[in-house]
């Protein structure tokens, strides 16, 4: 049985003499750290644990996954909105993130299937345009005598370009609008209208209608509207006398 306070008290003030029945009941007044305090010797506390939830309560409310579902996002995002969605992507500074065709939904990235199929139609254009490079080495490697005279014109016309070019301004008027004729024998009839200008390209001979000019092998004869006009255009590359005639039939 505890002795109140106040009596124990009372048993060690100044000049007492604590008899030992007295230090029995002080010291059963009080608990040993050894001693066990039962549930229902605690003030309140079978109250306390009516207001608490049963571990199985809590652990359903833990593995249920609409517990709070107004405030907490569910694992799979199902209850999300969609400005919640974008919230999140703004949040996790994914907003500019990649997407795909799905449904009606259009994508901005092209699918794996997509760019397979977009390459795939690369590659095949690009065989096709080796096939045609090959063909086209495989011409100018042949000792074909025509290619090579092609390639001696070629050359020559980037090497008289500005000689070709001066007729226009020496030869001819420069306020003439000219335009190409054809390609003249001498004996062909050279139709002009009186002020028109033309030019047109020439075989070797005199050419009567065109106030008898001469080409000595192959040239341009031109027409400014009032006086023909002759520039000499030696090609190498073919005949007896070094230059291709253009308006000789085969």
Known sequence: ???????????????????????????SSFRHLDENIKMDEVTGLNETFQKTVSSTTFTNHLQDENAHYVVLAKLNASNLTAKNVEEWKEKLKIKLA??????????????????????????????EMLELIAEINEILDSNDDNLDELQ??????????????LLKESEVSPEANFAFGGILRPTDNIIVKPGSAKWFWAGSGVYENASGVTIEN????SFDGFVWSVLEVNMPGGGADGFIDLTQED
């Open 98 to 127: 990649a997407t795909i065709d799905d449904g009606e939904e259009t994508g901005n990235v092209y699918t794996k299937e997509q760019t397979e199929e977009i390459v795939n139609i690369l590659q095949a254009k690009d065989n």
């Open 1 to 27: 049985m505890k002795v109140p306070l106040k009596t124990i008290f009372s048993w060690f003030e100044k000049g007492d003499m604590p008899t030992e029945h007295q230090f029995q009941q002080t010291f």
């Open 218 to 221: 192959f040239g341009i004869i």
């Open 152 to 165: 001696e014109i070629v050359d020559y016309i980037k090497e008289n370009r500005k000689q070709i070019e």
